[in-house]
C-alpha cells in the first residue's frame, strides 16, 4: 500500500479528492479507492481501472458480521454492465488481526453517495440484503429459535434441566448473532444526502 493510502485510510477526506484503502482478505493486497470528481478509480494491488460514477445502477449498504468483528458493514455498486465493486469497514492485517476503519470508512461512503447521485440522478440507493435474502435469513432465524424452544420444553418435561439451560444458552447466542442480521439489513431504500446511520460506523 503506497504511502498516501495508508495515511488517507484513517483520514480519508482531502480537497476535492476522497481516498479510503483496506485489505478485504486475511492473505491478498491491499485495495485503495480514490473517489475524484465522477470517477472512481480502483487500485486492486494487480490491475488498476476507472468507474464513471454515471454508469452506477445501485449503491447498496449492507451489515456483514466476521469472525473478527461484529461491527463489519458493507458497500457495493452495481454497474449498468453487471460489474460490482465493493470495500467494507474492516481491513485485514494478518490471518489472526484485522483492525476496524469506522471513520474513514463512514466519509469515504457518504461522500461516494452524495458523488454518485450527482453523476446519475436515477441511481437506486438501497439498504439491507435484497428482500429474497432477507426473508431467507428471518427464517433461519425463527425455525432456529422454534426449534430451541421445543428442546427446552421436552427437556423441562422430562426433568432434563442441565439438557434444558444448555439450549437456552445456545438460543441466547443465537438471538445475538442473528438479531442484528435481521434488523439491520431490512430492505429498504435511503437518500443519498442521509445513508442509513444503522449502517455506518460511529464517525
Same mark, same amino acid.
Not at 447521485?117 to 435484497?130: I, K, S, V, Y
Not at 434441566?161 to 444458552?169: G, I
Given at each position: ?49 476507472? *468507474? ?29 454492465? +453487471? ?30 453517495? @452524495? ?16 428482500? =429474497?435474502? =432477507? ?17 427446552? =420444553?421436552?427437556? *423441562? ?16 447466542? +443465537? ?10 439489513? @431490512? ?17
Amino acid at each position: 500500500m503506497n504511502a498516501d493510502a495508508e495515511e488517507n485510510r484513517s483520514r480519508p477526506a482531502a480537497t476535492g479528492r476522497w481516498l479510503y484503502a483496506h485489505n478485504p482478505k486475511p492473505i491478498g493486497s491491499p485495495v485503495s479507492f480514490v473517489l475524484e470528481g465522477d470517477r472512481l478509480s480502483v487500485d486492486t494491488g494487480r490491475k488498476t481501472f476507472d *468507474l464513471r460514477l454515471a454508469e452506477v445502477e445501485e449503491v447498496r449498504m449492507i451489515y456483514e458480521p466476521g469472525r473478527m468483528s461484529r461491527r463489519v458493514y458493507r458497500t457495493r455498486l452495481r454497474m449498468r454492465q +453487471g460489474r460490482t465493486v465493493s470495500f467494507t469497514s474492516l481491513s485485514w492485517k494478518s490471518l489472526m488481526e484485522a483492525q476496524e476503519l469506522g471513520p474513514a470508512y463512514r466519509a469515504f461512503t457518504e461522500c461516494l453517495c @452524495r458523488a454518485v447521485a450527482e453523476a446519475n440522478p436515477r441511481a437506486r440507493f438501497m439498504a439491507g440484503q435484497p428482500y =429474497w435474502r =432477507w426473508l431467507l435469513t428471518a427464517g433461519i432465524a425463527v425455525a432456529c429459535l422454534a426449534a430451541m424452544a421445543i428442546i427446552v =420444553w421436552r427437556a *423441562l418435561q422430562g426433568g432434563a434441566t442441565s439438557l434444558a439451560l444448555m439450549a437456552v444458552f445456545l438460543a441466547a447466542v +443465537g438471538i445475538w448473532q442473528l438479531e442484528p442480521m435481521v434488523r439491520l439489513n @431490512r430492505p429498504r431504500s435511503f437518500s443519498p444526502d442521509r445513508p442509513p446511520p444503522d449502517l455506518l460506523p460511529p464517525a
